[in-house]
């Protein structure tokens, strides 16, 4: 099973977020499956999926986020 977390962004913070949330993988020495960035007009969505729920949600806190799991 993954566990997925999403947060949004304005758009204009695409660059900023993607590099926070790079830094702060590193630091915890997590590595998502995924990690994908989309926009439309306003915002940006960011999306990682993590094997370990504890990772998601650690995640989740960090950035405002929301987990669900995914799969089985």
């Known amino acids: ?3 997925a977390v999403e947060f949004q962004r304005e758009r204009e913070e695409l660059s ?3 590099a926070r949330v790079r ?3 590193d630091n915890q020495r997590f590595e998502p499956d995924v990690f ?3 926009t439309d007009e306003a915002t940006v969505t960011c999306r990682l999926e993590f ?3 504890t990772e998601a949600k650690a ?3 960090a950035f405002g986020g929301e987990v669900r ?3 089985e």
């Open 51 to 53: 094997k370990f729920e």
């Open 16 to 18: 900023t977020i993607m």
């Open 23 to 25: 830094e702060w993988l």
């Open 1 to 3: 099973m993954l566990y």
């Open 69 to 71: 799991s995914i799969g």
């Open 36 to 38: 994908r960035c989309s």
């Open 59 to 61: 995640c989740a806190a």
